[in-house]
């Protein structure tokens, strides 16, 4: 992990463990999931599991729409070479935002 | 965003825990489907309908009001009608399905009764206490709600001696088969898709003709139905629950020839349907997508869950016929 994803991302990354089995660390960034999501959104999924995984929470926050947007269809899954869960990720990132509203 | 995204879930998430179902259907319309069928109450094996095709004309029905009320000055205050909704039931103000919508969607669970009985499989039912499965409120991550309704579920099925819950949609056969267990101690409920049992049941020279990825000629059928169809898998049974070949082998020992349009089985494209609450527009430019990919294969289609039937037949907009895979399965025996 870099330096930023220690200063900002073990708080995140825990809270997010706390949740349930996230895993978007493991996440190389190679953009495949993008290229074969129906939704076509830049940031879904892999700028925002880059962005949960370095603990960006604020940037999180501001792709809440992104968060909510996803079909939980599993496509990406389907041909992500790391095995992430990324459907699992993102319904935990809706645990998560869904808590700091006052759920 | 129709609404802001918080105040839809809310609504939702507060009608799961005081109503137990994200949209409290009243049960006599919940259980209107068994009319007649002289079905079994409980029992070791069940049909369990998880109310999610019944439900699907009042999910309609909340999107329309949601869009009445986003483009409207009252979508300021819906906080305030979130608030509102624990009192008083907000999805009670919206209107009402029509008597059509209602007898359309409750055709499914009745031909799935005939496909088993046809099978020689005699399925008990839960009546009204064949709950809906929290699936909705799960993917929004509702979890500790569904965790507390999962419970009622399995209180519920205990009390009914059930052993074996056959399902009828992707979405219950997934949150029963594989995210009860991770929320519930003690769940040893076997549950299986009708699809799954169905093709159990065919006889093997059935499933040796049936050739799921191929396009056999298309084969005379009694009904009035198509003899060559565009299969559209559900992502939740494709990549989800490993439901993908029997499909193919029920339409297939049914004379009905299978067309794979561009993306199939494990790789199936999404409907759009679980953007339709929240994300309307969104939802319906998904579907319009995979009407396409569909059409270049056929103008008949078939489809195996409610939301994925509902959603592409509004994107198709008349120009593609979708039906879900039991009147398929049961025109092509030539009894609806
Ligand atoms: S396909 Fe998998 S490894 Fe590649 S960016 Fe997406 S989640 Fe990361
Ligand atoms: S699960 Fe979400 S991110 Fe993955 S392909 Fe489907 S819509 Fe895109």
Redesign the pocket.
């Known amino acids: 992990m870099t330096a930023l994803a220690t200063v900002g991302g073990a708080a995140l990354g825990d809270k997010l463990r706390a949740l349930g089995a996230f895993d978007a660390e493991t996440?190389?960034?190679?953009?495949?999931?993008?290229a074969t999501c129906p939704l076509g959104i830049d940031v879904l999924?892999?700028q925002l599991?880059r962005h949960a995984a370095l603990g960006l929470e604020q940037r999180i926050r501001d792709e809440q729409e992104v968060v909510f947007s996803c079909l939980l269809c599993r496509a990406?899954e389907q041909?992500?070479?790391?095995g992430?869960h990324?459907a699992q990720d993102i319904r935990l990132l809706r645990r998560w935002l869904l808590e700091q509203g006052g759920e | 965003m129709a609404l802001a995204t918080a105040d839809v879930v809310g609504i939702l998430g507060d009608n799961l825990r005081l109503r137990g179902s994200v949209l409290p259907i009243p049960n006599r319309r919940a259980v209107h489907w068994t009319r007649g069928l002289e079905l079994r109450r409980g029992g070791a094996t069940v049909l369990y309908t998880g109310q999610m095709y019944q439900l699907v004309p009042y999910i309609e029905r909340l999107v329309a009001a949601e869009q009445q009320l986003a483009d409207s000055p009252l979508a300021r205050f819906t906080g305030l009608g979130r608030r509102v909704n624990r009192i008083v039931n907000v999805s009670a103000f919206m209107g009402r399905p029509s008597r059509t919508e209602r007898e359309r969607s409750e055709e499914a669970p009745r031909r799935v009764v005939a496909l088993l009985r046809g099978a020689g499989v005699e399925p008990g039912c839960l009546f009204e206490d064949d709950l809906y499965s929290g699936t909705l409120a799960y993917d929004l991550g509702l979890d500790e709600l569904v965790a507390a309704h999962a419970r009622r579920v399995q209180a519920v099925l205990r009390r009914h001696g059930v052993r074996t819950a056959i399902t009828i949609d992707p979405h219950t056969t997934h949150m029963l088969r594989t995210i009860y267990p991770t929320l519930l101690d003690g769940w040893d409920v076997d549950v299986r898709s009708y699809l799954e049992v169905l093709a159990g049941a065919l006889a093997p020279a059935d499933a040796l003709t049936a050739a799921p990825y191929a396009s056999p000629p298309p084969a005379p059928v009694s009904g009035s139905g198509a003899a060559a169809v565009a299969l559209h898998d559900s992502c939740v049974y494709a990549r989800h629950e490993g439901v993908v070949e029997e499909p193919r082998r029920l339409l297939a020992a049914a004379g009905v020839a299978v067309l794979e349009p561009e993306q199939a089985g494990k790789f199936t494209w999404c409907c759009g349907g679980p953007a339709e609450a929240l994300f309307p527009e969104r939802a319906l430019a998904t579907a319009q997508q995979r009407v396409a990919q569909l059409r270049a294969v056929s103008s008949e289609c078939v489809t195996m869950c409610p939301l994925c039937l509902v959603n592409l037949s509004k994107a198709a907009d008349g120009a593609v016929r979708f039906r879900d895979i039991a009147e398929v399965l049961l025109d092509a025996r030539g009894d609806r």
Do not use: D, E, K, Q
């Open positions: 996440c190389m960034s190679c953009g495949i999931c993008t999924p892999r599991l990406c041909s992500c070479p790391a992430v990324i």
